[in-house]
């Protein structure tokens, strides 16, 4: 059974940090380039950043370049989204998406709530 699990969401206060982790199991994870996608509320999802399967190459949004780093130890099965210098304009469920040829798969979510 594919899963991928998110954690790390939270509230945290402008010019804060968090580190968001998402867990894969059920599939070859290191077969999958990894992204990260939020959803602020009555926004469309927007990809954040994407890494390939192997963590060679990585991309960003330009709205957080800079801020963000995206990350993955294929020996854990887990891509990290590192997040600085947080923005209100940060908040948003964010989530973890697993893609390789015509395959993808999601995981259900994490909020972020960045307000004083």
């Known amino acids: 059974q594919v899963q991928l699990v998110e954690s790390g969401g939270g509230l945290v206060q402008p010019g804060g940090s968090l580190r968001l982790s998402c867990a894969a199991s059920?599939?070859?994870?290191?077969?999958?380039?990894m992204s990260w996608y939020r959803q602020a509320p009555g926004k469309e999802r927007e990809v954040v950043a994407a890494?390939?399967?192997?963590?060679?190459?990585?991309n960003y949004a330009d709205s957080v370049k800079g801020r963000f780093t995206i990350s993955r130890d294929n020996a854990k099965d887990t891509v990290y989204l590192q997040m600085n210098s947080l923005k209100p304009e940060d908040t948003a469920v964010y989530y973890c998406n697993a893609g390789f040829m015509a395959v993808d798969y999601w995981g259900k979510g994490t909020l972020v709530t960045v307000s004083s």
């Open positions: 059920g599939f070859t994870f290191s077969r999958y380039a």
């Open positions: 890494i390939t399967s192997a963590g060679g190459y990585t």
